[in-house]
């Protein structure tokens, strides 16, 4: 795909799609719902659209009524990723990505080895999906139990550590008490645990320290899931203050997750890639694309599975009226039935 569009602030510039007032007022309408919801400032989202910190100023004129087709495709892939399908699986089934082995390569080094890392990459490429089909190609294979958490916005550290202890059937009591408890389980009993969704626990650096203290006290294994944004947060984190000393040869960090930077292994997922999201739409519905089909695919997907999976699911209703070839009006035509019957979700 390298005659694929150009990119402008890290996405691909439309090939000749138009974008009607009402489609952008939609888009509006709900990225500031959005944004008041995860109650974010405009460079935070504009980096949940993809654009990056250089844009702040994009989104604050789409926001304030300028109409700009980069961003209602963006505000309509993030959209999708939000509301769209929660697990991949179901219209596509696993598929063996470079992210799925590089995932599933790193899980096996972090488990095997009782270490302390963070596996990031870009939103949607896969990496739940491939942990989850980690956990379930190890089930009984003498070697310690993986076990997968969830960060979600709304999670806070009591709520981890009664969550937790109630998956390993450790009753109720006191949160100290139920974290010497769980620690006591844990040296009798190592896991490997997997912490999905980590972004999620920037907010309280308690939570993450939690897990590190776990790995410290007993051992185990502790795998991160992420975005890049994560890694960089903690980088920044773990050297605020005064930006770090040199102590023997070596950096060291001094801000509030140091300890925690410190242990982290980290490994970077690739994402998916233009072939991939073409050749799996191609194989799940049995059809070819043409040029112009696959570009306008690639610019909607923009490398995320669960979007893929979503206009997936919407061709597929359609499939029998496609026939064999799909053209670019049918990429257009399922993103625009995508978003419509969000709309009316």
Partial sequence: ?????????GLEEPPKV?????RAETARSWLKEFRKHESLEKIALARRLG???NGRSRVHKFIEGQDDAITVIATERLRATVEGPEGIAKYIGFRETR????VLEFAVKIRSSG?????????????SEALKKFAQSTRNDGLPRVRILRARSTTHLPGIVRGLAADMGIKGGEISRLHSEIVGRLFGRPE???VDEVDYLLHNERSLHFFRDLHDETGIGVLFSGQLYFLTQVWERANRGDGGLMEEGRLSMTGALAAFADRLRVQIAPGLDDEEVVAITQDVLSMTLTEEAAKRLIVYVNHDFRVLSLLISVMRDIRQRIGKTCDHRVI???WTRAMHVKSRQ
């Fill in 18 to 22: 138009e974008v009607s007032a009402g």
């Fill in 192 to 194: 490997f645990l997997i």
């Fill in 51 to 53: 654009f990056g910190d």
């Fill in 115 to 127: 270490l302390f890392g963070a596996i990031v990459g870009p939103v949607g490429a896969g990496k």
């Fill in 1 to 9: 795909m390298s005659d694929g569009p150009k990119k402008i602030d």
């Fill in 332 to 334: 257009e035509a399922s």
């Fill in 99 to 102: 992210t799925a082995k590089t």
